[in-house]
């Protein structure tokens, strides 16, 4: 065990992150030394030496532990060891560490939205409309098609819809689980009336675009469904206003980003750090 932890977050840009504050709290409660520094590496080509060093650093152990995020969640793949099984069926990694001297990629993302998820009522759900199609996306597709949930998905990038079901039709999961829906507004209010459940996995509401909202504003929300953003920034988002107006079980993506971070945390140091000292810590 190191004397001092170092670790941190290599993403682009990541002035906003709260994750010194998540990581710095879970040192403090495990008692143990250490710092969480922000690395902004640009996007590649240019960030390539930027990140291959960051990683050499990792692999010397002058650094213990990183988080991955936007727009490199990919980047770092021909730079690791070994992917773990969700990491390469998500197709995204955010969390690297040493492991019997090779470098893991992992990610953390699919069972931190699923352990928040168990916050609304969803025992007896099985079905699911994704709103979005990029990495967080992918991760919440992951987490629910595992569980043999099944889950539909739009976004108005169909290119980017098509990419992500040929990735999942190559993957050992059950596709046939996985549905396209058509980004139109008689498809999506067909499909939300199908679901037990709704997941925005876009930026549509985060701050600064807070007028913005991931379900078309001429379209009621289905009575019965559950409500969840990963937006966390603002705390209620445009989708999560009209969700409780409605009268559904809603949540926003903060517990989400306290999972992962947590679940981050332990694969580093083997601690498992409390959820609601780390929520605190960064609840406005």
């Known amino acids: 065990m190191p004397e001092n932890y170092s670790l941190g977050l290599i993403g682009y840009p990541i002035g906003h992150s709260v994750s010194p504050v998540l990581h710095l709290t879970a040192l403090a409660e495990a008692g143990l030394k250490g710092k969480y520094d922000l690395f902004q590496v640009s ?13 050499n650093l990792l692999r ?27 990491a390469a069926a998500i197709g995204a990694v955010n969390t690297l560490y040493m492991k019997s001297g090779q470098l893991v ?7 931190g939205f699923w352990g928040d998820l168990s916050h ?29 949930w099944t889950t539909r998905v739009t976004d108005l990038r169909q290119e980017q819809v098509d990419s992500l ?62 409500i969840y953003d990963v937006v966390y920034n603002p ?3 445009r989708f999560l206003l009209r969700a409780a107006a409605a009268g559904l079980p809603c949540r926003n993506g903060l517990g989400m980003l306290v999972e992962q971070a947590a679940l981050a945390f332990e694969r580093w140091t083997g601690f498992s750090p409390s959820r609601s000292l780390m929520l605190e810590a960064v609840r406005p």
């Open 43 to 55: 996007p590649l080509p240019d960030g390539q030496e930027e990140l291959e060093a960051l990683i």
């Open 60 to 86: 010397s152990g002058e650094l213990h532990g990183l988080n991955v995020t936007i727009p490199h969640k990919q980047s770092v793949f021909s730079l690791v060891d070994e992917l773990t099984p969700s």
């Open 105 to 111: 990629g992992d990610n953390t993302d699919a069972p």
């Open 120 to 148: 609304l009522p969803i025992q007896n759900a099985k079905s699911a409309l994704v709103l979005g199609a990029g990495g967080a996306a992918r991760a919440v597709i992951y987490a629910l098609l595992t569980r043999g």
């Open 165 to 226: 079901y040929t990735h999942f039709s190559a993957q050992d999961l059950d596709a046939s689980k996985l549905e396209v829906v058509p980004f139109t507004p008689q498809s999506i209010e067909q499909a939300g009336l199908e679901s037990d459940l709704m997941v925005n996995a876009t930026p549509m509401g985060m701050h600064p675009n807070i007028e913005s909202c991931a379900w078309p504003e001429a379209i009621a929300l289905p009575t019965h469904a559950c």
């Open 235 to 237: 705390m209620e988002t």
